[in-house]
């Protein structure tokens, strides 16, 4: 019998959840052809069968979250016995270890998908995954007063950051908050520079607290239930505005030598967004201390140019990696983005395909937003916010012109990239785009 798990999709995801299965129960299946899909925080994802047979038996039904390599499926002969409760049996598959799975005595024709059931959070601190343990350790942070988010309660590493990232307190006091349900976010610390002491839990907790105001439903309203796409990118966003000390830079491009230049390609076609991609590796290419990630002790300059390239799917925002974009020429970088966009909309990206950013590009301009400020998607230490190009009046030497002007705005982690380089990287990229130097 071969244990079928949730496959470990990246370095940085501990859990996932089922979306759908492709084979339903008794179903044969071979090994390659796809099984069930996952949703990760990126994408939905095809999973194929490990293995050749019948699928005897589906343990997790769609849309629960568990820690990956949790066994999710039983494939084996058409006449093979299941497992038995408590019969101390292990199957062992082929892939990495997982959780083992028992079944109930009833018989096959009554047997039912084990779904794993949620319970209380727990403080315990080996009820955390292996990262969260090691980035509890790295940054101080009392597993004890840590409330696990993910599947049972399980401490996963989003938490450990929002816990280090939010307040400073002691572990007493993370304890005492995390029992006594105090947000450490709303305590007066009285402590040395302001960390938050039990005393200050404690005298937090006797406040009374303002009855809120229920508000009226409007006419209409619905509630939308969070899909692990949207719930993971409030966290991941909320932990890179909350880690990362913002601050933004903009200036105005006149595109009229790139609408020249785009309008002279005869071997290829580039669209407006490509030619921005190309002249931000350019530039990144002269700004290397841009390309670079916050690692808490030390800085790190990537030596390639992973460029992100956000997309918006009715399910949220989706950022598929060009990697090695250094090496790209222009046409190879607009043939590359093509595909990578039609992949990612079409809910084809693989996990490779959204790892390993070192830079990111957003453009809203074919929205027709003409500017905004975007969140630094981590780790990266910029993202690059594109807004529309529009016809503008402006004054050239003494004299009025109609130019087409775009707008953008770069996003920096001040830990990493300073005022003055952020200024001179933007002023590089705006002679490029202004001069047509591709």
Not at 25 to 39: C, H, K, M, T, W
Not at 404 to 428: C, E, L, N, W, Y
């Amino acid at each position: 019998m071969y244990e079928v798990k949730m496959p470990q999709m990246g370095q940085s995801v501990e859990e996932a959840s089922i979306v759908m299965w492709f084979k339903k129960e008794g179903d044969p299946v071979n090994a390659g052809e796809p099984l069930f899909s996952i949703q990760t925080d990126k994408a939905e994802v095809e999973c194929e069968s490990p293995a050749s047979g019948i699928l005897r038996k589906i343990l997790l039904e769609p849309d629960v979250m568990v820690p990956v390599l949790t066994v999710v499926a039983l494939i084996g002969e058409a006449d093979e016995p299941l497992p038995e409760e408590g019969g101390g049996r292990r199957m062992e598959g082929k892939g990495a270890p997982g959780p083992s799975v028992s079944l109930p005595t009833s018989g096959v024709a009554r047997l039912q998908p084990v779904v794993p059931q949620p319970h209380p959070p727990s403080s315990n601190p080996k009820a955390a995954s292996p990262r969260a343990k090691a980035l509890a350790a790295e940054r101080g942070v009392d597993l004890g007063g840590v409330t696990g988010t993910g599947a049972g309660g399980r401490i996963m590493a989003d938490d450990v950051l929002a816990a280090a990232v939010d307040v400073k307190a002691s572990p007493a006091a993370r304890r005492l908050a995390a029992n006594m349900g105090v947000n450490l976010a709303s305590v007066e610390g009285t402590g040395i520079a302001g960390k938050i002491m039990k005393a200050d839990v404690t005298a937090a907790a006797s406040q009374p607290k303002a009855t809120p105001i229920a508000p009226t439903p409007s006419p209409g309203g619905r509630r939308v239930p969070l899909s692990n796409m949207r719930r993971i990118i409030a966290k991941r966003m909320c932990e890179s505005k909350f880690a990362a000390p913002h601050y933004y830079v903009t200036v105005e491009i006149d595109m009229a030598a790139a609408k020249a230049f785009r309008a002279s390609l005869k071997a290829f076609s580039a669209s407006f967004n490509d030619l921005v991609l190309f002249a931000t590796v350019k530039t990144l290419r002269e700004f290397p201390n841009v390309n670079a990630k916050w690692l808490g002790d030390a800085i790190e300059e990537v030596a390639d140019i992973n460029l992100g390239v956000a997309v918006a799917v009715p399910a949220g925002l989706i950022v598929p990696v060009l990697k090695q974009a250094q090496n790209l020429s222009l046409e190879g970088l607009a043939s590359a983005c093509k595909a990578l966009i039609e992949k990612a909309r079409n809910g084809k990206l693989l996990p490779d395909d959204y790892i390993g950013n070192t830079f990111t590009v957003s453009n809203l301009g074919p929205f027709g937003v003409d500017d905004f400020t975007a969140i630094i998607n981590q780790p990266d230490s910029a993202i690059l916010a594109v807004g529309a190009m529009k016809d503008r009046v402006v004054a050239i030497d003494g004299g009025i012109h109609i130019r087409p002007i775009m707008k953008i705005t770069m996003s920096s982690d001040h830990r990493v990239v300073d005022g003055a380089v952020a200024a001179q990287f933007m002023k590089r990229l705006k002679e490029i785009l202004e001069t047509a130097d591709f």
